[in-house]
Nanobody, 121 residues
Framework: QVQLVESGGGLVQAGGSLRLSCAASGRIFSIVTMGWYRQAPGKPRELVADATGGGSTNYADFVEGRFTISRDNAKNTVYLQMSSLKPEDTAVYYC???????????????WGQGTQVTVSS
């Protein structure tokens, strides 16, 4: 059984910063890809950024250099450092983990429960 738990969301003023964390627990040997998605009210869930265990990263266009994704593979944790936040960044942020190698073999996509980020103008 693998669980993802996010933390670090909250309320911040425009221009401020937040750091999100997501820790995966369970009998995990490695995780190929971990990422962050977000979903604003009335909108579909969208990719923010993802990162492989080898260090490759991918960002959505709207990030525009404001966010940085990083991983601590030893802790099965992914981080999202967000700076220069805008009101339009307000959303529930979800982490995910894909292709998880466990003692029982490879597992597919898993999602965290989400953490609210609210950016006030």
């Amino acid at each position: 059984q693998v669980q993802l738990v996010e933390s670090g969301g909250g309320l911040v003023q425009a221009g401020g910063s937040l750091r999100l964390s997501c820790a995966a627990s369970g009998r995990i040997f490695s995780i190929v890809t971990m990422g962050w998605y977000r979903q604003a009210p009335g909108k579909p869930r969208e990719l923010v950024a993802d990162a492989t265990g080898g260090g490759s990263t991918n960002y959505a266009d709207f990030v525009e250099g404001r966010f940085t994704i990083s991983r601590d593979n030893a802790k099965n944790t992914v981080y999202l450092q967000m700076s220069s936040l805008k009101p339009e960044d307000t959303a529930v942020y979800y982490c995910n983990a894909e292709r998880i190698m466990t003692g029982s073999g490879f597992l597919g996509l898993h999602w965290g429960q989400g953490t609210q980020v609210t950016v006030s103008s």
